[in-house]
C-alpha cells in the first residue's frame, strides 16, 4: 500500500523501516521540497494521509554584511553591488537556480517595493535600487521595465527618488500616479479585505520587497510583510492587536502573495526603538542585507538581528516593551513561509573593506 506523511521527527523511524520506492527533490522559493513515495506496513497508515510522503527542508535566508566604516555613513551603489553579487550567487544556488537573478522573477516587468516614510535619513536607499536595476539590466531587463514604487509618489520625493511615469528609464512613482491607482475589486485573505495598488495587479510580473529593517511601534516589527500595507488602500484598518493577523493576511492577498518572489531587508541602519520614523538616539550600525524568497523566514531573521541589537542597548524584548510580533506564526501558520526558526537554514558572508568575501557571523 502506498501512503503519505508529513515531515515530523516522530515519524521518521517508521519512514526509515519503510520501503522506499521513489524519490524527487524539487526546489521551490521557501526552500527544498523533497517528495518521497513508500511503501508501507498496514500499522503505519493510519498516522499517513494520501498517496506521497512530502518532506519539507529549510527555508534559506542569507545574510550579507560590508564591515568599515563607509556601513556606518550609507552604502554606495558599488557597495551594495559587490554585496548582491555575493548574497545572491550564493542564495540562488541554494535554491538550484543557477547564478541569475532573473531565475527568480518571471516576466518582463520587475517591480521594487520601497520603504519610504522616515525620508532620506532611513528609507530603502536609493544606491540599492540602484544597483539592483543595474543587476537586472546586465540580466537582459530593458530599463523601462524596471519599476520602483510606493503607495505614495510624494514618499519616494521625500526619499530623494526622482518620479518618472514616461516610456523612457527606469520607471519610478506611487499608487497615486495618474498610471496607477487601485483595483476596481476588492481583494479577500482572512481578515483583510482590501483594494490592491495596479502596480501590483496589473503593472509588474514579479516584485521584489525592499524594506528597511526597523523597529514599530504597533507591529513591534517592520520589515517586507508589513511593508506590504503600502500596496493597498487601507492599511489604517489593519493595526490592532500590534498588526496580527493582518500583516500575515495582507501578504497572503493575491496577487501580492505570487508576484512577491524575492525579499531584500536593508539592515545597514537599524533604527532599533522609537520606529518606524527615524530617531537618530535609537540607531546602530549593523552594515547587512537580509535576502529571502521566503518573506516569512526573512523577516524571521530580521527579529532575532532586532531583538539583539535591542539587547546590546539594554532595551526590553519587544514582548516585555508590549509590541511581540504576533503575526508570523499566523503568517506560518497560512502556508506564506517559514517562521520556525528551527526551520531556517542562515547563511551569513562578510565583505571586508577591501572587498574580500568570506564567512561571516550574524551577530
Known amino acids: 500500500m502506498e501512503t503519505s506523511c508529513a515531515h515530523d521527527e516522530k515519524q521518521e523511524k517508521k519512514i526509515e523501516n519503510s520501503k522506499k520506492k521513489n524519490f524527487l527533490s524539487i526546489f521551490y522559493p521557501q526552500g527544498r521540497i523533497r517528495i518521497f513515495t513508500y511503501t508501507v506496513k498496514q500499522k503505519s497508515v493510519d498516522s499517513f494521509r494520501g498517496n506521497r510522503c512530502i518532506i519539507l527542508s529549510m527555508s534559506q535566508v542569507t545574510i550579507i554584511r560590508k564591515t568599515g566604516a563607509s556601513a556606518e555613513k550609507g552604502l554606495s551603489k558599488d557597495d551594495y553591488i559587490v554585496m548582491l553579487n555575493a548574497g545572491l550567487e550564493r542564495h540562488l544556488k541554494a535554491l538550484s537556480l543557477g547564478n541569475r537573478l532573473r531565475n527568480l522573477l518571471p516576466g518582463r516587468v520587475i517591480g521594487m517595493k520601497t520603504n ?45 527618488y526622482k518620479l518618472n511615469a514616461s516610456s523612457f528609464g527606469r520607471r519610478c512613482f506611487g499608487t497615486d500616479s495618474s498610471i496607477a491607482g487601485y483595483s476596481r475589486d476588492f481583494y479577500n485573505s482572512g481578515k483583510a479585505n482590501s483594494l490592491i495598488t495596479r502596480i501590483m495587479t496589473d503593472i509588474v510580473d514579479s516584485n521584489i520587497n525592499l524594506p528597511v529593517l526597523k523597529d514599530h511601534s504597533i507591529a513591534g516589527l517592520s520589515g517586507g510583510l508589513k511593508n506590504m500595507f503600502g500596496a493597498i488602500n487601507n492599511p489604517n484598518k489593519y493595526h490592532a492587536d500590534n498588526c496580527n493577523p493582518y ?117
Not at 536609493?126 to 503607495?151: F, P, S, Y
Not at 505570487?258 to 533604527?271: E, W
Not at 511581540?324 to 526558526?341: C, F, H, M, Q, R
Open 116 to 160: 519610504c516614510l522616515a525620508g532620506k535619513l532611513n528609507s530603502t536607499p536609493i544606491a540599492l535600487t540602484e544597483a539592483i536595476g543595474d543587476l537586472l539590466v546586465t540580466e537582459g531587463i530593458d530599463e523601462n521595465n524596471l519599476v520602483i514604487w510606493e503607495r505614495q509618489s510624494w514618499e519616494l520625493e521625500k526619499a530623494g
Open 247 to 363: 500583516a500575515a493576511h495582507v501578504s497572503s492577498l493575491e496577487p501580492i502573495r505570487s508576484k512577491n518572489k524575492l525579499t531584500i531587508i536593508d539592515a545597514v541602519k537599524v533604527q532599533y526603538n522609537m520606529g518606524p520614523g527615524y530617531d537618530s538616539r535609537y540607531l546602530d550600525f549593523y552594515g547587512g542585507l537580509i535576502i529571502s524568497s521566503d518573506p516569512v523566514a526573512a523577516d524571521r531573521i530580521g527579529l532575532e538581528i532586532l531583538e539583539h541589537i535591542r539587547g546590546r542597548h539594554n532595551q526590553p524584548t519587544l514582548e516585555v516593551a508590549g509590541r511581540p510580533v504576533k503575526y508570523l506564526k499566523e503568517a506560518e501558520e497560512i502556508g506564506l513561509g517559514t517562521a520556525d526558526p528551527k526551520r531556517i537554514a542562515v547563511d551569513v558572508i562578510q565583505i571586508n573593506s577591501n572587498g574580500r568575501v568570506g564567512k561571516g557571523e550574524m551577530f
